[in-house]
């Protein structure tokens, strides 16, 4: 027993925050992509979170074919992150005050995005099941049901994750995208076609968090209100993980998972605040975040 | 012109005098105000995540609108709805509602599907004193929050509570209870509710597993829930965070551990949620439309609300039908719009519309009606896309609600006549 609870609880709550933890991360690494190059922080992040859920739903819907809605959902939705960059956002770069514009613009889309979603979709939330292969339960642990599906969203992190690391660090593209997180305007100057490297970077962060939205729409209401809480948890999470860096919101999604799932043990009424706490520590003791690079996000 | 004498001074203001005096008369009023009709003002939250409920309580507004207009009205007049979106926001939803009263000279409000709604809808009534009649939980029956002018046919936290506290009793589901919800008034409200029945039918009340308002990931929280090893768990959540726990409790496999009741369901949700998610566990509601099978009332309800929705009717619909209805025919019955004489026909007021009969209180207006517990279906078992439940049983009547004492009111007078 530890502080009341069983070590197989203990071993439960891990494993639920290593689950909570990839789904973050998932959705974390777009929005740091996207503050790590661009500066921009974006609001509009959890905006295609939620559109990949109603994608995904939509794919299933039409093709019963939920893998295939893996595919589709994030390609669809970095399609809808192009057209925002280059249609909106665009617009702004280089202009005075362009980041604190660059946030007005992209509040402003989430809160238009979700009453567009309403006016096709209808205001109910969309039912969108567990694929029957992956119900059911993988094991039993301490009484608990580790659910198959739970194992599968481990999987895809863990797949995803080297391939973004080698997109990152082994193509032209990343080596463009790593380099402009560290000097914008040299990248600029070196000749580099940095409108379309921010237009693929922006459309990489929208297919990740799309990508996160399909995968948690079994577990959760489908619904055009779904981005706004992932929203403020991957803000968190880049925080305390450190804004454009790779290694942040794998460290900073694991940490706030686990913390999130151990609080709900052990205090469960401060789980409404621990991470805010978490964030405000992590801000006055080492403020470009626990892998963030110098001079990246402390201003 | 021939000249002003004192004499015909004299006739012209007595000739004035005599026309005001005329039109002072009740007939006169009724002839000259004959064709204007009389505006019920509503407020719903057609923006924000309670947008569906929104338009079925409209849906139901208007029936019940179309219902009194047929019956010939109000004072032969014949009400007009005037409906304002509320935005889900307190101060959106008073700045309507005072619109409505001041501008649009509506003599009622009706609305507020949640708490906050309701507390800024109270305030604006009591301000400007007319009668509010909520659409959702009647939550502010407490001495001191209440505004006398404020009424509601749907359930109290504490009637939902203690229907489901004494079906589980009744059933013989076990002694050890506990609960999982939301941080947040609401639901602290249930807990209450619980623990006084717990203590009163010799139940073990464990306490809560708080999850934090609006999480969409109830998995955290649900071992810690299934650690107290607890006969029943209750489960207060609302909407979007219900979908996603009801999923997630489907998922952890708590319905095999321990009987899972929802506090209060509602038919949206368990569509959102899809087939077969609330399998096995019970649910408490004011109204199901499977009811229609037993009453009349619900079935003309019933295929009013189908024909002009083309799906079946949530439980807070039936509410708002009984709400409005309660109003309008109350000004019917007194023959006037005066707030002080249409609350005191609300006041002890019995009917009966779309279920049993039911009546509203005198000294505190909570609704004494049946509270439905109802258990979810497998998606094998329905028969059509809305047959989520099954109606197991009707809990109802005074031994569900807290008596008038215990809110601080006394039983013995009216409520208009002690607030």
């Not at chain 1, 039409?62 to 893996?70: I, M, R």
């Not at chain 1, 009484?143 to 739970?150: M, V």
């Not at chain 1, 693929?200 to 489908?222: K, N, Q, S």
């Not at chain 2, 039936?318 to 019955?333: F, G, I, N, P, Q």
Request: some cysteine.
């Amino acid at each position: 027993m530890l502080f009341g609870y069983p070590l197989d609880v203990w071993a439960t709550q891990l494993f639920i925050g290593l689950v909570n933890g990839c789904i973050l991360i998932l959705v974390a690494q777009g929005l740091s992509i996207v503050f790590g190059l661009m500066g921009i922080i974006n609001f509009a992040h959890g905006i295609f979170y939620m559109l990949g859920a109603y994608a995904g739903w939509v794919t299933v819907r039409a093709t019963g074919n939920f893998w295939l809605a893996l595919v589709v959902a994030p390609l669809a939705v970095a399609v809808v992150g192009m057209l925002v960059e280059v249609g909106v956002l665009r617009r702004i770069y280089g202009t005075r005050n362009a980041n604190f514009a660059g946030v007005l613009v992209t509040y402003g889309l989430a809160i238009m995005i979700p009453d567009v979603v309403r006016m096709i979709f209808g205001r109910p939330g969309k039912p969108f099941a567990v694929p029957s292969v992956l119900t059911g339960t993988l094991f039993t642990f301490g009484g608990t049901d580790i659910g198959s599906y739970r194992i599968f969203i481990i999987g895809v992190t863990a797949a995803l994750l080297p391939l973004l690391w080698l997109l990152l660090n082994r193509t032209n593209l990343g080596m463009v995208i790593r380099a402009g997180t560290s000097d914008n305007l040299m990248v600029q100057l070196l000749g580099i076609n940095v409108a379309r490297t921010w237009t693929v970077t922006y459309a990489l962060g929208a297919a990740l968090a799309a990508l996160g939205g399909v995968i948690t729409a079994p577990l959760i209401a489908v619904a055009p209100e779904m981005g706004g809480l992932i929203l403020i948890e991957c803000f968190i999470v880049t925080v305390v993980g450190g804004m454009g860096s790779f290694g942040g919101p794998i460290a900073g999604g694991l940490l706030i998972g686990t913390v999130l799932a151990i609080t709900g043990m052990l205090y469960d009424v401060l789980a409404d605040v621990v991470i805010y706490l978490l964030m405000a520590v992590v801000l006055l003791v080492r403020p470009r975040g626990l892998f963030g690079q110098e001079g990246v996000s402390e201003e | 012109m021939a000249p002003m004498t004192r004499r015909s001074i004299l006739k012209g203001m007595a000739t004035t005098a005599g026309f005001a005096g005329v039109a002072e008369f009740p007939f006169v009023n009724r002839v000259a105000l004959g064709d204007q009709p009389i505006k019920l003002g509503a407020l719903y939250p057609f923006t924000g995540p309670m947008a569906l409920e929104a338009q079925e309580m409209l849906a139901a507004t208007q029936i019940a609108v179309e219902d009194v207009n047929a019956g010939g009205g109000v004072l032969g007049r014949k009400v007009e709805l005037i409906t304002r979106d509320s935005e889900f926001k307190p101060e959106v939803m008073k700045r309507k509602a005072t619109e409505l009263v001041e501008v649009e000279k509506s003599p009622f409000l009706v609305g507020a599907l949640v708490g906050f709604e309701g507390i800024a809808l109270s305030e604006v009534g009591c301000k400007n004193e007319v009668v509010v009649g909520f659409y959702g939980q009647n939550f502010l029956t407490v001495k001191g929050k209440m505004c006398k002018y404020q009424y509601g046919t749907n359930l109290t936290p504490y009637q939902t509570a203690a229907a489901a506290a004494r079906f589980v009793h009744q059933q013989g589901f076990g002694k050890k209870w506990h609960m999982l919800a939301n941080n947040y008034s609401w639901p602290q409200m249930f807990e209450r509710a619980y623990a006084i029945v717990a203590k009163q039918v010799g139940a073990e009340w464990t306490g809560v597993t708080w999850a934090p308002l609006g999480t969409r990931d109830f998995l955290p929280f649900l071992p810690k829930a299934a650690a107290v090893k607890a006969d029943v768990i209750f489960v207060v959540t609302w909407a979007a965070d219900q979908v996603a726990c009801a999923k997630q409790i489907q998922e952890f496999g708590l319905r095999k551990q321990t009987q899972v009741i929802h506090g209060i369901t509602e038919l949206t949700f368990a569509e959102a949620a899809g087939k077969g998610v609330y399998e096995g566990t019970y649910s408490g509601t004011p109204w199901y439309w499977h009811l229609k099978d037993k009453y009349p009332g619900a079935k003309a309800y019933y295929d009013k609300h189908v024909a002009k929705r083309k799906r079946a009717p949530s439980g807070y619909a039936a509410s708002t039908y009984a709400t409005v209805r309660v109003l309008l025919d109350s000004a019917k019955e007194v023959k006037s719009l005066e707030t002080e004489k249409v609350i005191r026909a609300i006041e002890g007021r019995k009917f009966q519309y779309l279920k049993g009969p039911e009546y509203i209180r005198a000294c505190d207006h909570v609704d004494i009606q049946e509270v439905f517990l109802c258990k979810g279906k497998s998606a094998a078992a329905m028969k059509d896309e809305w047959d989520y439940f099954d109606i197991v049983q009707a809990v109802g009547g005074e031994e569900t609600a807290e008596t008038c004492e215990s809110e601080g009111f006394d039983p013995k007078k009216r409520l208009s006549d002690q607030a």
